[in-house]
């Protein structure tokens, strides 16, 4: 009866996942996962901006049954938490992505992979579908997982990931682009934070490949040093006539560029600044949400994400009375894998969307459309 302290069960927040994680990692690790860049405001500033608000929760509606369904980019969702894409999952657990794509796929959650993934995109394809198919899940045949796109100064590079990306089924390309170049976190530097021999970006290098050989400071450095800083608005045409997947442009805080983004023709954006790991003192994605919502319009036909600082099932109401179709989480992934591999992810998925299920009841909102501007007030 009493083994308290490392059952997955004992966990009951994120925050004790978090805790627990940073205990079984080298340092560095956790320095490369916890990090923002500089002198991290942006990364304290999202949590902060969730604390700003508060829930002027209704009375005597009936709760007895609360349905957390969304539908993001047509497709129908249980639930609005999503998985944000991060890098090198190897790092936090052996079985990396795969067990990342286990939770996801066998509870139904949407998975963005990132380029930087430890395992390709066609090995984390393939995992997802499994673990959809075998859970009995609707999700099977790739609209539940997403690939996440760095836009590469080698073109020939970037248009084969796309291809790669539509060749295994995803469901939507999720361009990032808040990274033209790689934001300062002075630990990396200092911790000279780098892939371990053995361990490589999968989707971009065959393990023997040249840069295989160099050290693995460089190997991270030279990640970002070949992103294309000159990308612009006008490349993006190029990158859709590539492909027949939506485009979803991630790292938007401001209106007009929101705007611009409906008008280049994408089909959702995420209102996020890459965890405040990229330009520091950048706006607090959720202080930035309600005026990229308001440009946009009720009727905009561009679906519109938030991820930063997501960590309890109400910052999850929040954003979503906010005008967030549904939200992201990065870092709380991590700590759920570095824990308890795929049950240590499901884990986490499994405390946010109860804590949403909670908040909505208590807030006397039994669906998703009745969490609406009104039911918050500014602290
Ligand atoms: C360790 C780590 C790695 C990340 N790697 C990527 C990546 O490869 N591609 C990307 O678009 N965003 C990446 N991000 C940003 C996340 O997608 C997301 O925007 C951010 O983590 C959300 O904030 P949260 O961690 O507070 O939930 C990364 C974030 C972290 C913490
Ligand atoms: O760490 C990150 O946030 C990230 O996205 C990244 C970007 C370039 C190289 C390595 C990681």
Avoid at 195 to 208: E, Q, R, S, T
Avoid at 210 to 230: L, M, T, V
Avoid at 328 to 338: D, E, K, Q, S, Y
Avoid at 369 to 374: F, H, K, N, Q
Wanted: charged share 20%.
């Amino acid at each position: 009866m009493t083994e308290p302290t490392l059952e997955v069960s004992s966990l009951l927040t994120v925050r004790d996942v978090e805790r627990l994680a940073r205990t079984m990692l080298p340092k560095s690790t956790v320095d490369y996962f916890r990090s923002g860049s500089d002198a991290e405001y942006t990364r304290r500033a999202n949590r902060g901006a969730f604390r700003k608000w508060a829930i002027a929760y209704r009375v005597l509606v009936d709760v007895s049954r609360v349905d957390t369904r969304v539908r993001v980019l047509g497709q129908e969702l249980a639930s609005p938490i999503l998985i944000a894409p991060t890098a090198y999952h190897r790092l936090a657990h052996p079985e990396g992505e795969r067990a990342t794509a286990r939770a996801a796929g066998g509870s139904g959650t949407l998975y963005v992979a990132s380029t930087l993934a430890t395992t390709s995109l066609e090995d984390i394809a393939a995992t997802y579908d499994a673990a959809g198919a075998s859970a009995g899940g609707a999700s099977v045949g790739g609209a539940s997982r997403w690939f996440q796109l760095y836009v590469h100064k080698d073109r020939g590079l970037t248009r084969s990931l796309v291809e790669r990306a539509e060749a295994s089924g995803y469901g939507a390309l999720v361009v990032t682009v808040d990274t033209p170049v790689l934001g300062r976190r002075l630990r990396d530097v200092r911790n000279a934070f780098g892939l371990p021999d053995g361990m490589h970006m999968a989707n971009l290098f065959a393990p023997g490949d040249g840069i295989e050989a160099k050290d693995p400071a460089f190997r991270h450095a030279q990640i970002a040093a070949r992103h294309d800083a000159s990308f612009t608005w006008h490349d993006l045409a190029s990158i859709r006539a590539w492909t027949r997947m939506p485009l979803v442009l991630k790292g938007i805080v401001r209106a007009d560029d929101a705007l611009r983004a409906r008008d280049s023709g994408v089909a959702g954006i995420i209102v996020s600044n890459h965890g405040g790991r990229q330009l520091d003192s950048a706006v607090a994605t959720l202080d930035a949400l309600p005026s990229v919502v308001e440009a946009l319009g009720a009727q905009a036909g561009v679906d519109v994400l938030l991820d930063g600082g997501v960590r309890w099932g109400t910052d999850v109401f929040k954003a979503l009375a906010l005008g967030a179709r549904a939200v992201l989480v990065g870092r709380p992934i991590v700590w759920g894998l570095t824990a308890f591999g795929e049950a240590g992810v499901a884990r986490v998925l499994d405390i946010l969307r109860s804590e949403l299920v909670h908040a909505m009841t208590l807030a006397g909102c039994p669906a998703i459309d009745a969490v609406t501007r009104d039911m918050l007030v500014r602290r």
